[in-house]
């Protein structure tokens, strides 16, 4: 993740503190004038203009930001500003008139209460729902509707202070952010994956508060005693594409309001993929992260899981994989089918096609000689299943054919499993290469504890093909052996689920996966 800190560009707004409205300049020398001319004794009139901002429509949290460069913003009509009188006290201004559609960086603010003569008055602003001059909350669950929006900012927990300069009824003021800003731009590099997932939120968790009611009467961020603070924030997003290889503020830029300080973050981003209605969390972390008063902080991130190949299918010991010349990544709909429950003919169904299984049937013990020799033999996948400590990991994510899934199962590493033999099963005597059975086991549910999982290896849930129609993937593994069944012809293979995992036969002409084991 990179993390540059890029300095928001500094609000600006005209307002204008009466006892009635009066109209405020605008980027028009006839208004300005005009409002000028309306001005009358009592009246304090604030000034203000955002300098080189383009004729975007844009409302005041939005900005035209580019990562490594500023971000131009602007006010939003709902906003309303606190204004110090001479005696000090502040006053709540109405809601900002916006007089300029194609250029909101000027708005009117008018108090109707208060006197303005003095120089160098206090302009304070506490977010688009604040009621206090001293208090801002920063919320804990925030929501972007559209990528690269800042208009969520103002309900938030964004703020700012200014001094607005002039005297007699005179005033211009910048404000100054005083808040800190996180700019999320999170990417895919799997093309077949990315147009498939959605990023549906991020939360970030931190070492200490960063979120939360804080007093605001010194014109910075501060706890308030007595009050509850919270450790993280979620931001909700509607779905935005992850359909993209570089970081693209337009295709996902997301936008958090946190409080001022030094992290250590862990952010969970969750993505969704609609088709195959899976969701999971992606989990990066950052260490030692500044977020200054008034600043965006990029952090990029890659969200790409672990993407299994889909070419491993085969009928038991076929020469060819089970979809060799119909692959899926040829984007043809009848071929490969990608999604449970889909059907194509191209499956192959006589011994003339390189496709098909081993048709040589021994009774007794017979070893695969061609696709399968990689795999395990009967007697190995015993000792998986039985010694090798099986977890179950329901939230484990990866992809296969250009969507997401999650589910496998995790087992101890052949050098971790004590009395591991080729030459006997998990009995110690018996070969199931000549004497067959089956074996089954339950297995624990959740990953292994994180200091020893090294000692294993992850095997998805990739399901199986039968008839050309794919069955239980992200539900059910099913591994060949290099094995057959000593008994009927049938070939030994690995299955498992959620709450079993057993060594078993079936026909040879099912496509199971065919891999090494660890």
Same mark, same amino acid.
């Given at each position: ?19 009635? =409205? ?16 309306? +001005? ?56 900002? /008139?916006?007089?300029?559609? !194609? ?19 206090? =302009?304070?602003?506490?977010? $688009? /729902? ?8 920063? #919320? ?6 559209? #990528? ?55 939360? =970030? ?26 450790? +993280? ?7 935005? !594409? ?36 899976? $969701? ?77 299984? /081993? ?23 015993? &000792? ?7 977890? &179950? ?29 080729? $030459? ?55 591994? &060949?052996?290099?094995?057959?069944? !000593? ?32």
């Amino acid at each position: 993740m990179s993390k540059s800190m890029k300095q928001l560009t500094q609000f600006a707004a005209c307002a204008i503190a009466a006892l009635s =409205v009066v109209a405020c300049s605008s980027e028009d020398t006839a208004q300005q004038d005009n409002a000028k001319q309306n +001005t009358t004794k009592g009246v304090a009139t604030f000034d203000g203009s955002q300098p080189g901002n383009g004729t975007r429509a844009l409302t005041r949290t939005t900005a035209t930001y580019t990562l490594g460069g500023d971000a131009k913003v602007f006010w939003s009509s709902a906003d309303k500003i606190f204004v110090q009188d001479d005696a000090n006290t502040f006053h709540q201004s109405g809601a900002a /008139n916006l007089y300029n559609p !194609s250029n909101k960086a000027k708005a009117t603010f008018s108090l109707a209460s208060g006197s303005f003569t003095l120089n160098n008055r206090e =302009v304070r602003y506490t977010g $688009e /729902n604040g009621t206090d001059a001293n208090t801002v909350t920063i #919320a804990s669950t925030q929501t972007q509707t559209t #990528a690269n929006d800042f208009s969520h900012l103002g309900t938030s927990g964004d703020c700012g202070t200014a001094t607005a300069t002039g005297s007699n009824g005179n005033y211009t003021f910048t404000l100054n952010h005083k808040a800190s800003y996180l700019c999320f731009v999170p990417r895919c590099m799997n093309t077949d994956l990315g147009p498939n997932i959605k990023l549906t939120k991020i939360k =970030v968790t931190a070492n200490q508060p960063i979120a939360g009611k804080y007093d605001f009467s010194t014109g910075s961020l501060a706890q308030k005693a007595g009050e509850t603070y919270s450790n +993280t924030v979620t931001l909700n997003t509607s779905d935005f !594409s992850l359909n993209t290889t570089t970081s693209s503020l337009a295709t996902n830029g997301a936008y958090m309001v946190v409080a001022p300080g030094t992290y250590n973050f862990t952010i969970t981003y969750t993505i969704k993929d609609p088709t195959t209605n899976v $969701e999971g969390d992606i989990v990066k972390t950052i260490s030692g992260y500044n977020c200054q008063e008034g600043k965006i902080n990029d952090i990029t991130a890659n969200l790409t899981p672990t993407n299994y190949d889909a070419n491993n299918y085969y009928m038991w010991d076929a020469q060819q994989p089970y979809w060799k010349g119909y692959e899926w990544y040829h984007k043809n709909a009848t071929w490969q089918p990608t999604i449970i429950g889909n059907t194509s003919n191209y499956y192959p169904q006589s011994g003339s096609d390189n496709r098909f299984y /081993n048709v040589n049937i021994v009774y007794g013990r017979y070893d695969a000689v061609a696709s399968c020799v990689i795999a395990p033999n009967v007697n190995e996948l015993t &000792w998986y299943c039985m010694k090798g400590d099986p977890h &179950w990991d329901a939230d484990q994510l990866w992809t296969a054919m250009g969507h997401l899934y999650k589910g496998g199962m995790w087992l101890k590493k052949h050098n971790n499993i004590a009395g591991f033999s080729k $030459e006997f099963s998990y009995d110690g005597s018996t070969d199931f290469r000549v004497n067959y059975a089956n074996c089954n086991n339950v297995p624990l549910q959740g990953n292994p504890v994180s200091s020893q999982i090294s000692q294993y290896f992850f095997l998805p849930a990739l399901g199986h093909y039968f008839n050309g129609k794919l069955y239980n993937i992200g539900g059910h593994g099913s591994y &060949w052996t290099s094995s057959t069944k !000593s008994t009927d012809g049938e070939a030994c293979y690995l299955g498992f689920s959620q709450y079993d995992i057993g060594v078993n036969s079936r026909p040879r002409d099912t496509g199971f996966i065919v891999q090494k084991f660890e």
